[in-house]
Nanobody, 118 residues
Framework: QVQLVESGGGLVQPGGSLRLSCAAS????????MSWVRKAPGKGPEWVSA????????RYADSVKGRFTISRDNAKNTLYLQMNSLKPEDTALYHC???????????WGQGTQVTVSS
């Protein structure tokens, strides 16, 4: 079955960096777009970033553009999110998701918590 397992979250000070990973299994990873979505307490899900099948095309929400970088390693079935210049408003549970080219996601991981605080 499809499994997506995120890791790499934690507590970081404002201005700091974190690198999230998402290990995928149970499907042909290289055939699917992938996304990162985050959910902050008391708010709805917010799409963060997406990447196409070979990693050659990426998209970002305006709120993270220039600070976050999405990437993938199809040989390792792993998705990444490098997060730099973190802000308190980036605090959320970050999920990776299997996606379609239109942005619809059909499987989500359990998420990894990112807390940005001094």
């Amino acid at each position: 079955q499809v499994q997506l397992v995120e890791s790499g979250g934690g507590l970081v000070q404002p201005g700091g960096s974190l690198r999230l990973s998402c290990a995928a299994s149970g499907f042909t990873f290289s055939s699917y777009y992938m996304s990162w979505v985050r959910k902050a307490p008391g708010k709805g899900p917010e799409w963060v970033s997406a990447i196409n099948t070979d990693g050659g095309s990426t998209r970002y929400a305006d709120s993270v553009k220039g600070r976050f970088t999405i990437s993938r390693d199809n040989a390792k079935n792993t998705l990444y999110l490098q997060m730099n210049s973190l802000k308190p408003e980036d605090t959320a549970l970050y999920h990776c998701a299997r996606s379609s080219p239109t942005g619809l996601s059909d499987y989500w991981g359990q998420g990894t918590q990112v807390t940005v605080s001094s």
